[in-house]
Structures are given as C-alpha cells and as structure tokens.
C-alpha cells in the first residue's frame, strides 16, 4: 500500500534555530512530492519536488528530494514563532490521478 | 492566485440535520475538486473526487448517501452532509486543481453537530 511518513511528529524548538523536516515516501507510481504548511485553518502549498537533488528554496525555507532514497527534507532557517504550524507532505497516489496521500505531519513548535 | 473559498466557515447544528459546504475557486477553472476531512491532530483524509459534469468518486469507506458531492460548475462544488449526527462533526477542507498535482486549499468549515 503507498503511504507518506513524516517525522518527527512533533518538534519543539527556539526563534533562531534551524529545523529539518523529513518525509519519506512508498509510491508505486512516483511523480512528485509536494509540501504543504498548515496553521489554524487549511494547508498552504510551499513546493513541488519532482527531480533529484534540486534544491527549491523561498525565503528562510528550502526543500529537496531524493529519489533514490525515497524521501524529502524540508529545511526551515533562522526560525520565528511565526513558522509554528503542522507541515504536510503529500504524494500523487499514481500518473493519472491527481488524488494526494498525506503524510501525518510534523507539529513544529517555535517558542521566543 | 489560485484562491479556494469555504463557505460556511464554522456551523453548530442539530443531530439530524443537514448542511451544506460550498467551495469555490474564485480566479480559476477548477475541473477537478477535492473534499478531505480532518481530525484533530491527524491528517488529512481524502473523502471523495468531484469532477464537474460528472458523479463523484468515494474513497473506499466513505458512504455516498451520506456525503452528497455536486459539482455544478467549473468554480463551484458543493458537499451536503444529510442527516448528520454526532460523529460527523469535524474540519471539511476543500481543494481545487489548476491543472497538474497540486491543490489549493479552501479554508476549512468546522461542523459541530450537537
């Protein structure tokens, strides 16, 4: 069965720090990885992940993938209590669907 | 871009009732949409496709007489939770592709059912 794993579930850490995010992934019919940050209401997309070993990068955020191994990291730099919220990550279950698998989430804590 | 609206955003209703969420794309066609439910603290659970123009398709478990889907136009779907009960309340989130894998979200609607 495909399935997303993220860890760690939660993550409790200190303005200034930086954090890195795993999400490791079994899908069949791999075509992507997608990063999602969710705070009070409804997730927000971050990145797309589809090649090896490129690096997406958006402000104090970046994310890269790695097919070989099956997973992505999602690196937070300079972290604020702003950056606090659940981050998701999701797979497109196969090549014809657009129907995403989610992963559990890491609950990330950023504490002044 | 890529705008997704909820609409209510939090109902209190009665057991036995039924109500309604729309989601909207409001700057995109959106052929496809999505409805998930979540738990607290758990993640996201995919519910059913609405394709406009079409039926929808129900994740395995998820009881189509239950969770009626209509999808009436490119910008519009709708979800009607009838009879509902105790054990629906939840966080309904939506989301509508632009074409390709990735999905924006609607808000979420918070439903209690009392």
């Known amino acids: 069965e495909d399935k997303v794993v993220q860890s760690p579930l939660s993550l409790v850490v200190h303005e200034g720090d930086t954090v890195t995010l795993n999400c490791s992934y079994e899908v069949t019919n791999f075509r992507s990885l997608l990063w999602y940050k969710q705070e009070k209401k409804a997730p927000t997309f971050l990145f797309m992940l589809t090649s090896s070993g490129i690096e997406k990068k958006s402000g104090r955020l970046s994310s890269i993938l790695d097919k070989k191994e099956l997973f992505s990291i999602l690196n937070i730099t300079a972290t604020q209590t702003g950056d606090s919220a659940i981050y998701l990550c999701a797979a497109p279950r196969d090549y014809n669907t657009d129907k995403l698998i989610f992963g559990t989430g890491t609950r990330l804590q950023v504490f002044p | ?114």
């Not at chain 2, 519009?76 to 989130?93: C, G, K, N, Q, R």
């Open chain 2, 1 to 114: 871009g890529a705008v997704v609206s909820q609409h209510p955003s939090r109902v209190i209703c009665k057991s036995g009732t039924s109500v309604k969420i729309e989601c909207r794309s409001l700057d995109f066609q959106a052929t496809t949409m999505f409805w998930y439910r979540q738990f607290p603290k758990k993640s996201l659970m995919l519910m059913a496709t609405s394709n406009e123009g079409s039926k929808a398709t129900y994740e395995q478990g998820v009881e189509k007489d239950k969770f009626l889907i209509n999808h009436a136009s490119l910008t519009l779907s709708t979800l009607t939770v009838t009879s509902a009960h105790p054990e629906d309340s939840s966080f309904y989130i939506c989301s509508a592709g632009a074409g390709g894998e990735t999905q924006y979200f609607g808000p979420g609607t918070r439903l209690l059912v009392l």
